[in-house]
């Protein structure tokens, strides 16, 4: 089945640790996405990136890093940086075309303790 | 900047009645689409229906419609004949054709929670 997976599902931090969140397709899309999602916020983009060895910071990335070194990854680090990491985490993807549907994982709730 | 507002924060409807989830958008560009996205407890994000903006008819799948009116930047979603399975928080979100850095960028609105009783 084509789909998005994300890795972990959970995942407990201490603080000043980075960690890395893992968000793999099979779809053959061009472009992927990093959300956070915290309550009564909706949805905010961190990364994006529209081809392989390219990518661009969305709205909130101070703090975070990404990879896309296969067309299939876009890996999310989090570094110690980031001042408030405790949040859900969805990674999605989309055909090449800035209208085309976004589809998303399932996402990675994070929790530094 | 564009921005998506969500006027209700949460919203319940019985079953097999009518509900209609409000969206409001802020944008200067003429070329651009609007989506409604359903998160379950599940937190799986799914697409539920989209609109082009230079559509004038307005978008249906199913149970789901939308009453799209650009002049006054709203976009709202109504479900016909509620489930308990379309228990869920929606959200409306928003990409234009602007380039540059907002290529590929949703925008999306704070949410609303829908509760459906039986």
């Known amino acids: 089945d084509g789909g998005i997976t994300q890795s972990p599902k959970y995942l407990f931090r201490k603080e000043g640790q980075n960690v890395t969140l893992s968000c793999e397709q099979n779809?053959?899309?061009?472009?992927m996405y990093w959300y956070r999602q915290d309550p009564g916020q909706g949805l905010r983009l961190i990364y994006y990136s529209q081809i392989v060895n390219d990518f661009q910071k969305g709205d909130i990335a101070e703090g975070y890093s990404v990879s896309r070194e296969k067309k299939e990854s876009f890996p999310l680090t989090v570094t110690s940086a980031q001042k408030n990491p405790t949040a859900f985490y969805l990674c999605?993807?989309?055909?090449?075309?800035?209208?085309?549907?976004?589809?998303f994982g399932p996402g990675t709730r994070l929790t530094v303790l | 900047a564009q921005t998506v507002t969500q006027s209700q924060p949460e919203m319940s409807v019985q079953e097999a009645e009518t509900v209609t989830l409000s969206c409001t958008y802020d944008?200067?560009?003429?070329?651009?689409?609007l989506f409604w996205y359903k998160q379950p407890p599940s937190r799986q994000m799914i697409l539920v229906i989209r609109q082009e903006a230079y559509k004038q008819q307005n978008a249906t799948e199913n149970r789901f419609s939308v009453n799209f009116q650009k002049a006054a930047k709203s976009f709202s979603l109504k479900i016909s004949d509620s489930q308990l399975g379309d228990t869920a928080m929606y959200f409306c979100a928003f990409i234009n054709n602007a380039g540059g850095t907002s290529y590929g960028k949703l925008t999306f609105g704070q949410g609303t929670i829908l509760t459906v009783h039986p």
């Open positions: 779809l053959n899309h061009d472009a």
């Open positions: 944008t200067s560009e003429n070329n651009y689409y």
């Open positions: 999605a993807s989309s055909s090449r075309g800035v209208f085309n549907e976004q589809f």
